[in-house]
């Protein structure tokens, strides 16, 4: 119901563990934002469309879409970070009266900007294609979550549409009295006035369900059986190994040709023999 | 035997702390959501400084479940439930929001700790909320490369966030539950026990 982006699928990203999946996603996205420059984060985003149209079947126009959201905060980000950089200015780009913009101050500004965007990137691609359920699975099975959280979180989930339900009892209930009223303090206190009600009366529902599952013996043999149980494959852990080769490569490249900046740009540089 | 188990009784999770952690954080998860989408539009109008002002209702799951349930590592566990909601209804912070959970969660749960998970009172909930505003920064540090920017902005961006944290952090969590409190839905977890 709310995991609407989920897209079913078949594709070598739907098939993936979603615990290895997840690793492989957060090393590629922990890259970018160990560089400086433009041109690393620039890359991991090109290897995010690739990764999703290829080995996931979704459509870069979706992606696009997904970045739509961020495009505001990403270009106020640019703007700050240009404004605000600290480091050494010594190109200067132009000015408008007494506001120097600096070539590095464009150039980090566009490296936390483009971060932004392959974070909102990999992550529509990691819901894109991971099952809920599965995740929870994975979650057990590979990440040794302890069963019973994981259920508590199913249950929790299934729970959503009646705090919806819920919600529109009240906002009747107040209509009804004629407790309606228009402006932004009355939206403040409707928030206080309708929120308090409906979070007692989704913990007086989750006790309900606590004692019937209490009663159902929840928690008690540590002996459970699964409908659906994840495993790893061969393949996943080759995804694995190539997110982290690809990790390495590329910062690795770019010293090669100086193009990337920052304390581990050196250290890459130094190995690369530039 | 039964001394044993009593003494560490206080420690152990029931099932209905687990499922109302599980609720308020799926809850708060959704929440989170849309201010995420508040606070994306409002960064034009505050500046990335003033607009951590709004930060610290981030906060509140690791101080508002923790104070309600008094349970070892909810804090921890109730900031990364809220997050991967976050993550998986569609947040454009995506998988930053599921780390930037973890972050805040370790350091509310960290101050918790440091009172033994006993102490509760009005201070250690705003020192969560501050804690959590603490690592998030640390976390926030590495992520945009904060140590790229001019001194006085970095320490803004520290600062700015922490009265933040305390109010929409702190209090507001104690106010939630102790109105949640008086309602008198709240009286089979601890701190319904407590307030008896």
């Not at chain 1, 270009?75 to 404004?83: D, E, P, S, V």
């Not at chain 1, 200067?92 to 971060?115: C, D, K, N, Q």
């Not at chain 2, 803004?156 to 507001?172: C, D, I, N, Q, W």
């Amino acid at each position: 119901m709310i995991f609407r982006n989920y897209i079913e699928g078949n594709s070598f990203l739907h098939r993936i563990n979603p615990v290895i999946k997840l690793l492989a996603f957060s090393l590629l996205l922990i890259v970018p934002t160990l560089f400086l420059d433009p041109i690393t984060p620039a890359c991991f985003l090109l290897l995010s469309f690739l990764l999703a149209s290829l080995l996931g079947k979704i459509s870069p126009l979706r992606l696009v879409r997904n970045m739509a959201v961020f495009a505001l905060l990403s270009l106020g980000i640019l703007m700050f970070n240009t404004l605000f950089f600290g480091g050494d200015k010594i190109n200067i780009l132009f000015h408008l009266g007494p506001l120097y913009i600096y070539r590095e101050g464009i150039f980090f500004g566009l490296s936390v900007a483009l971060r932004l965007l392959c974070v909102t990137t990999y992550s529509a691609v990691f819901v894109a294609t991971t099952d809920p359920t599965l995740l929870a699975s994975s979650l057990v099975h590979q990440a040794r979550l302890s069963h019973n959280i994981a259920y508590a979180i199913l249950a929790a989930y299934r729970f959503l549409p009646i705090l919806q339900r819920e919600l529109s009892q009240i906002r009747d209930a107040h209509h009804i009295r004629g407790g309606y009223r228009e402006g932004f303090a009355a939206r403040l206190s409707r928030i206080r006035r309708y929120g308090i009600p409906l979070l007692s009366n989704g913990i007086r529902q989750a006790e309900r369900m606590a004692i019937s599952m209490d009663a159902r013996g929840f928690g008690i043999s540590s002996g459970r059986t699964y409908y659906r149980i994840t495993k790893t494959k061969f393949s996943d852990y080759v995804f694995l190994v190539s997110a982290l080769a690809i990790s390495v490569t590329i910062p690795l490249i770019l010293a090669r040709f100086g193009l990337n900046s920052g304390f581990l740009a050196g250290v890459a540089e130094s190995l690369v023999g530039q | 035997m039964k001394q044993e188990k009593e003494k560490k009784g206080w420690a152990r999770w029931k099932t209905v702390d687990l499922i109302v952690t599980a609720v308020l954080s799926v809850a708060f998860g959704l929440i989170f959501l849309a201010y995420g989408l508040l606070y994306i539009a409002l960064v034009p109008v505050f500046g990335q400084v003033g607009i951590m002002l709004f930060l610290g209702f981030y906060y509140i799951i690791g101080v508002l479940v923790p104070y309600i349930v008094r349970r070892p590592g909810a804090a921890l566990l109730a900031s990364l439930l809220a997050a991967f909601t976050e993550l998986l209804a569609g947040s454009p912070f995506g998988i930053a929001a599921v780390c930037a959970g973890l972050v805040q969660g370790a350091g509310a749960e960290a101050v918790f700790a440091i009172g033994r998970w006993r102490n509760y009172r009005w201070y250690m909930l705003i020192l969560a909320a501050v804690a959590s505003g603490i690592f998030a920064f640390g976390y926030e540090y590495f992520l945009f490369s904060y140590g790229a920017l001019s001194e006085g902005v970095q320490l803004g961006l520290f600062f700015v966030r922490m009265p933040s944290a305390a109010l929409l952090g702190g209090l507001l969590a104690k106010g939630i539950a102790d109105a949640l409190a008086r309602t008198g839905v709240l009286r089979s977890v601890a701190i319904g026990k407590a307030r008896k």
